[in-house]
């Protein structure tokens, strides 16, 4: 799983390594000892069909967006993380400082399993 792009469709075998990234910056932080190699020949897995295939990126056209074994739709806008800091409870929702539920319906003998005679107090002559 990516944590670069979020809704990443499919992921590239990268050409130096063989192996298999969601992204170049995956590539970058989990193999520190090289560059990622470039390459106008793609090999792509589509995560929906788990199907490889390959694409040369000098002859792409608008058809070629799409898995060819599934028609997933595998380039598309890339959804990253975005940086947020926000303080819980700042807007004044008093929820988030008091527990309103009732203390004492926990230990109430109608939401026993048992009733309020205890176990098998309904049997009892």
Known sequence: MCKHIL???VSIRAPCCKKWFDCPECHDEQMG???LEKSYELVFACKKCKKVFRKDSREMEDADEYCPHC???YVIPAK???LRLEIE???GDHRMLRDERDP???RRAENSIFGSGGIGGA???
């Open 7 to 9: 809704n990443a469709q």
């Open 80 to 82: 990253t993380p975005e």
């Open 123 to 125: 049997f009892r002559d």
């Open 89 to 91: 409870g700042a807007d």
């Open 104 to 106: 004492t319906r926990a």
């Open 71 to 73: 028609d997933n739709h």
């Open 33 to 35: 000892d090289h560059e």
